[in-house]
């Protein structure tokens, strides 16, 4: 799919082995400016080994999409997968990040919207995604209409659920 907005043209397409480089970089990247205070910081060579494992393993039908600024460079990624540890939820969104300087664009909208539309696909109708409660950027999750999952003691510990995917399906690609 190809988007445009003021910031360029993108295209959002599956990731492949090829990328690894530059979605190891933006791993740790966004990572790193969206925890500064989190210590010991997940370093390269750590991201590297996971993204491999993730590439050649492929546990529970593991993907990956990314947002590609047309003559440039990819610039964020989305990963999912089929989920079977909770039985209210079908699959899941791991992983979600950008760019500092393209956050808040819609790009990441339109990669869980397409995210949820492979589930669809695959007759999914649930998601759930395990994210920090203390990321400064988790009203993008409400906004999205996410169901703010708690704790057996009730506390919210990040994690967001949706159990309609159509609707999230809807919302993500709302304004395209």
């Not at 529970?60 to 600024?69: I, S």
């Not at 159509?166 to 304004?175: A, D, G, I, P, T």
């Amino acid at each position: 799919m190809i988007f445009n907005n003021s910031n360029g043209t993108f295209l959002i397409r599956e990731a492949n082995l090829e990328d690894l480089h530059v979605l190891v970089h933006i791993h740790v990247t966004s990572w790193n400016a969206t925890y500064p205070d989190y210590h010991p910081k997940p370093t390269s060579q750590l991201r590297k080994m996971q993204w491999e494992k993730a590439f050649n393993e492929k546990e529970g039908n593991w993907f990956c999409y990314v947002a590609e600024k047309q003559g440039e460079q990819i610039v964020g990624f989305a990963t999912g997968n089929d989920f079977h540890d909770e039985p209210e939820f079908e699959s899941q969104l791991n992983k979600i990040h950008f760019l500092k300087d393209y956050q808040r664009l819609g790009l990441g909208r339109l990669l869980v919207g397409h995210v949820v539309k492979r589930f669809i696909e695959k007759g999914f109708q649930s998601m759930l995604l395990f994210a920090d409660a203390g990321n400064p950027n988790i009203k993008f999750y409400d906004l999205l209409e996410g169901e703010r999952l708690h704790d057996n003691q009730g506390k919210f510990q990040g994690s967001f659920g949706w159990r309609n995917l159509e609707r999230l399906k809807e919302l993500c690609f709302l304004k395209n």
